[in-house]
C-alpha cells in the first residue's frame, strides 16, 4: 500500500493531476463563498439593525457582531468541511486522475469505458453527504474523546475515505457490482489504505491534495489487487 502511495505521489507534477487539484480547489471555494454568503444574508434577515437592552439602551452594533461571527465560524468550518468538499468535486474528474495513472503506470491496458455521467453524479453527491455528515457529528464527539480525536478522525475518514475511493476507481473496469464485490473481499486493506490517506488531512494545504492522490493511489491498489485476483 505504501508503494501505491509512493507511486501516485510521484507522478503529482502531471499536469492532468495539477489541472484537477485547481478544479476540485476552484469549485470548493466557490461554493464554500456561496454557502456564507447565504448564511449571511440569513443573518440579516433575521437579526434586527438595533435592539433595546435595559440599562444599556439601544444597541446598534449587534448585526454587525453577528456578521463577524458568521465569517469566523465559517472560516472554522471551512478547515474541517474543505476536504469533504474538495473530495466530492474531484470525483466528478476521477476519470482523468485514473486514466493519467493508467497511461504511465498501465500502458498495455485497453481503455476504460466510460461511466455514465448521472452515475458518477449520483455517486460523488452520495459520497458528499455522507462525508459532510459524519464529519459535522465527529465535530460534536472529538470533545468527548479529547486526545484521542486525531485518531476518531483517521479512522472515520480513513474508512469512508478508502471505501469510496476504492469504489469509483474499481467500477471503471468491473462495474458497479464487480467493484463492490472487491472491495468487501479486501476490505481490510483499503480501510488501512484510506487511513494513509487520512493522515495528511490535518495539515493545512497538503490535504487539499490528498484527493487527487487518494484517486491515484486507489487506482493503483485496484489493479494490484486485480493482478493478485
Do not use: C
Not at 495539477?18 to 440579516?44: E, N
Not at 465569517?71 to 478547515?79: E, F
Not at 497511461?103 to 453524479?121: G, T
Not at 481490510?188 to 487527487?212: E, F, H, T
Amino acid at each position: 500500500m505504501l508503494g501505491d502511495f509512493l507511486k501516485a505521489l510521484g507522478q503529482l507534477s502531471d499536469r492532468r493531476f495539477l489541472k484537477v487539484v485547481l478544479l476540485g480547489v476552484a469549485l470548493s471555494l466557490a461554493l464554500l463563498v456561496a454557502v456564507y454568503a447565504g448564511f449571511a444574508q440569513v443573518v440579516a434577515w433575521l437579526v434586527p439593525d438595533a435592539i433595546w437592552l435595559p440599562f444599556v439602551g439601544e444597541v446598534t452594533w449587534v448585526e454587525t457582531l453577528m456578521s463577524w461571527g458568521s465569517l469566523l465560524l465559517m472560516i472554522g468550518l471551512s478547515v474541517f468541511l474543505m476536504v469533504p468538499v474538495a473530495s466530492a468535486f474531484t470525483g466528478f474528474f476521477l476519470d482523468t486522475v485514473a486514466d493519467a495513472v493508467e497511461d504511465r503506470h498501465y500502458p498495455s491496458l485497453p481503455p476504460a469505458p466510460n461511466v455514465a455521467w448521472m452515475d458518477a453524479l449520483i455517486d460523488s453527491v452520495n459520497f458528499f453527504g455522507v462525508l459532510v455528515a459524519v464529519n459535522v457529528l465527529a465535530l460534536v464527539l472529538y470533545a468527548f474523546v479529547g486526545p484521542f480525536a486525531p485518531l476518531m478522525f483517521w479512522a472515520v475518514n480513513g474508512y469512508l475515505l478508502g471505501r469510496e475511493y476504492f469504489q469509483m476507481a474499481a467500477m471503471r473496469r468491473l462495474g458497479r457490482e464487480g467493484a463492490r464485490a472487491l472491495r468487501k473481499r479486501h476490505s481490510g486493506q483499503i480501510w488501512v489504505a484510506g487511513i494513509l490517506m487520512a493522515a495528511p488531512l490535518s495539515l493545512p494545504v497538503v490535504n487539499l491534495v490528498i484527493p487527487v492522490l487518494g484517486a491515484a493511489t486507489f487506482t493503483h491498489l485496484f489493479h494490484r489487487l486485480s493482478r493478485e485476483r
